[in-house]
């Protein structure tokens, strides 16, 4: 079964290592996990949701983005 992942970190020495850590896991589990978009920008997790009509999947959403951003709990970025 293949496992979209999509993470949204501002800090990108996090972000890093979200990624790499779904990589190991990935690389010694027999699913299939894969990280479809990891970003610094929510906006561009909606968009990819939305315009690949995208069901599912396990998000990795920051709690806070910095000013000027949404944050993870404020928006549902998944209909």
């Keep these: 079964m293949f496992h979209r992942i999509f993470i949204c970190e501002d800090d990108p020495i996090q972000l890093l ?3 790499q850590y779904v990589a190991n896991y990935s690389a010694f589990h027999e699913r ?3 990280v479809s978009l ?3 920008m929510p ?3 909606q968009k990819f949701v939305e ?3 995208v069901k599912g999947g396990i998000y990795f959403l920051d709690i806070d983005l910095g000013v000027g951003h949404i944050n993870g709990l ?3 970025v998944v209909s």
Excluded: G
């Design 17 to 19: 290592s979200l990624k």
């Design 74 to 76: 404020d928006r549902k």
């Design 43 to 45: 906006e561009e997790i």
């Design 38 to 40: 990891a970003t610094q």
């Design 32 to 34: 299939d996990f894969s």
């Design 51 to 53: 315009t690949f009509a």
